[in-house]
């Protein structure tokens, strides 16, 4: 009988689990950790913040600044811009393209580092100007998102 209840006990625990993070022996940790949207009352990843460089950056001709871009994003969405930063981290070969961050020195608020994807390799420090499309409110889940993202990002000269 003992081992009936036991049995019972672990396959209802089982069943009721709602996915890696939950269940009663899971302790928070910093990458988990999450905030609720009183908006919408969901919850989200809480991501790691870039900090913000100490950076000067001259502006190609044609490039837009990274505060001009976050202080007006909805007019630069579906568009192709360029813009030109120090490059400030890369993470590879992440859902088969590159993420870089860059900032310009700009900001608009708390905003001051743009993400691109990329095709293309691009080191910390790297001085660079990507040309590429601008997606507003990219969620690609798992915490992920995205208020303005630089889409198939490519370094020009």
Same mark, same amino acid.
């Given at each position: 009988m003992n081992k009936l209840i036991a049995f019972l006990f672990i396959a209802i625990t089982i069943v009721s689990c709602k996915g890696p993070g939950s269940g009663p022996l899971v302790k928070e940790s910093f990458e988990d950790k999450k905030e609720n949207n009183p908006m919408t009352g969901q919850q989200h990843q809480v991501k !790691? +913040?870039? !900090? =913000? *460089?100490? %950076?000067?950056?001259? !502006?190609? #001709? &044609?490039? $837009? $600044? %990274?505060? =001009?871009?976050? *202080?007006d994003k909805k007019s630069f969405s579906g568009k192709t811009i360029k813009v030109k930063g120090v490059v400030t981290r +890369? @993470? #590879?070969?992440?859902? /088969? =393209? @590159?993420? +870089?961050?860059i900032q310009d020195g700009t900001r608009a608020g708390e905003e001051y580092d743009l993400t691109i994807t $990329?095709?293309? &390799? *691009? =080191?910390? /420090?790297d001085t +660079? $100007?990507?040309e /590429?499309?601008? &997606?507003l409110d990219k969620d690609f889940g798992y915490g992920y998102f995205y208020n303005v993202l630089m889409e198939e990002g490519a370094i020009v000269k």
């Open positions: !790691p +913040v870039i !900090p =913000k *460089a100490d %950076i000067k950056i001259i !502006p190609c #001709e &044609s490039c $837009t $600044t %990274i505060e =001009k871009l976050m *202080a +890369v @993470n #590879e070969e992440i859902m /088969g =393209k @590159n993420w +870089v961050h $990329t095709l293309q &390799s *691009a =080191k910390i /420090g +660079v $100007t990507f /590429g499309k601008i &997606s």
